[in-house]
Nanobody, 115 residues
Framework: QVQLVESGGGFVQPGGSLRLSCTAS????????MSWYRQAPGKERELVAS??????????YYADSVKGRFAISRDNAKNTMYLQMNSLKPEDTAVYYC??????WGQGTQVTVSS
């Protein structure tokens, strides 16, 4: 049974940093893409960043709104994906969700950026 568990959310002031983690279980191997999505109150869920399955080189995508501030990575030995979030802004406030292999979702972790 596939399971994704996120952690690392919290409350931070503007300009601060947080690192989210998503640990996967139930997969065989690491040949699947992983992504971070977020959903703010009253808004649709949006793709924040994604990283392909590693092999000759992982392909990475960032939404324009987070380019230069967020960094996605994965450690296949630990079955874990990360999202390093720097220079956080109030508009980054949302529930952040981990996605793997398109069809699997974590439960979400709240990120609140406020002074």
């Amino acid at each position: 049974q596939v399971q994704l568990v996120e952690s690392g959310g919290g409350f931070v002031q503007p300009g601060g940093s947080l690192r989210l983690s998503c640990t996967a279980s139930g997969f065989t191997g690491s040949g699947y893409g992983m992504s971070w999505y977020r959903q703010a109150p009253g808004k649709e869920r949006e793709l924040v960043a994604s990283i392909s399955s590693t092999g000759t080189g992982a392909r990475i995508y960032y939404a324009d709104s987070v380019k230069g501030r967020f960094a996605i990575s994965r450690d296949n030995a630990k079955n874990t994906m990360y999202l390093q979030m720097n220079s956080l802004k109030p508009e980054d406030t949302a529930v952040y969700y981990c996605n793997a292999a398109v069809r699997y979702w974590g439960q979400g972790t709240q990120v609140t950026v406020s002074s």
